[in-house]
């Protein structure tokens, strides 16, 4: 079993910065190499692959849409997961879910096992 909370998301206004967390917990990710990854939902709108990251860190996989302003990364010595977001714009505006995956690394939904609650995230013009 494992645990994922996010945390980190607010009210910002276009063009800041946010930098999510994502902590993860459980006998269960202890003991594997999980591959993470986020993903964010707007209201109305399907959910959206947005990064995934592997276990090391070494690999890392981003949507178009982001590339150039967040940027994944872990820190396995605190089980922790984070999705620094800068020049944020109001499209952005979503709750962002983190998830674990026992396949290295993957951008589909369908491919993780674990999810977060999400954490809301709003961008003001």
């Known amino acids: 079993q494992v645990q994922l909370v996010e945390s980190g998301g607010g009210l910002v206004q276009a063009g800041d910065s946010l930098r999510l967390s994502c902590a993860a917990s459980?006998?269960?990710?202890?003991?594997?190499?999980?591959?993470m990854g986020w993903f964010r939902q707007a209201p109305g709108k399907e959910r959206e692959f947005v990064a995934a990251i592997n276990w090391s860190g070494g690999s890392t996989v981003r949507a178009d849409s982001v590339k150039g302003r967040f940027a994944i990364s872990r820190d396995n010595a605190k089980n922790t997961l984070y999705l620094q977001m800068n020049s944020l714009k109001p499209e952005d505006t979503a709750v962002y879910y983190c998830?674990?995956?026992?396949?290295?690394?993957?951008?589909?939904?369908?491919?993780?096992?674990?999810w977060g609650q999400g954490t809301q995230v709003t961008v003001s013009s």
């Open positions: 459980g006998r269960t990710f202890s003991e594997y190499r999980y591959g």
């Open positions: 998830a674990a995956t026992r396949t290295l690394i993957a951008r589909a939904s369908s491919d993780y096992d674990y």
